[in-house]
């Protein structure tokens, strides 16, 4: 801005040594001060487009590495799901309803060599057998399945249900013909 200063007194000087009729350097000096006010106006205007411009575009800037940070917590959480060693070293993780209180909840179970684990809604020991091919195995000694070693939610539990049931009815019929 010094220099620009420089600039104008040196050619205010040069417009004061070179026109001797103090009117024609009158006009002179008033023409060249509204040409400055309009080149100044002009610098002004560009100045404040130009500062709008930049202020657009830091304002997308600050959006797009919000969306680049959003972007990338959503890999991360994607790479920690897919390549999490942590997970390999810790076991596995288990849904598992409880046949005492019908409780659902995930565990972590670090190896196969683990045969229980307590449930956290009933606090009953939950036997887990990892040789079972079967999907419903039981071994018979838990309450759920009553000593009839299959599980309720099998087919064949559902089949001994029904036929105890009717072999219980029958004997509720037959005891009501006997009290008659």
Not at 12 to 22: A, F, G, Q, V, Y
Not at 74 to 81: C, H, P, Q
Not at 100 to 116: G, L, R, S, V
Not at 117 to 122: A, L, V
Request: net charge negative.
């Amino acid at each position: 801005m010094s220099d620009i200063k420089g600039k104008y007194m040196q050619i205010l000087e040069d417009l004061e040594s070179n026109i001797k009729n103090k009117e024609d350097l009158a006009i002179a000096k008033e023409k060249f001060m509204e040409l400055t006010v309009v080149f100044m106006d002009i610098v002004d205007r560009l100045t404040f487009l130009t500062d709008e411009r930049i202020k657009n575009i830091e304002e997308k800037q600050v959006e797009i590495n919000n969306r680049i940070s959003n972007v990338q917590s959503i890999v991360d959480g994607i790479e920690e799901d897919i390549y999490d060693e942590e997970d390999d070293e810790d076991g596995y993780e288990f849904e598992i309803v409880c046949p005492y209180c019908n409780y659902e909840f995930t565990t972590d179970i670090a190896d196969e060599e683990k045969n229980e684990i307590k449930c956290p809604q009933c606090n009953n020991i939950i036997e887990l057998d990892w040789n079972s091919d079967e999907e419903y195995a039981c071994s018979g000694n838990c309450s759920h399945c009553h000593g009839e070693g299959v599980a309720e939610d099998s087919i064949e539990y559902n089949k001994n249900s029904k036929n105890k049931k009717k072999k219980d009815d029958n004997q509720e019929e037959n005891n009501e013909d006997d009290d008659m």
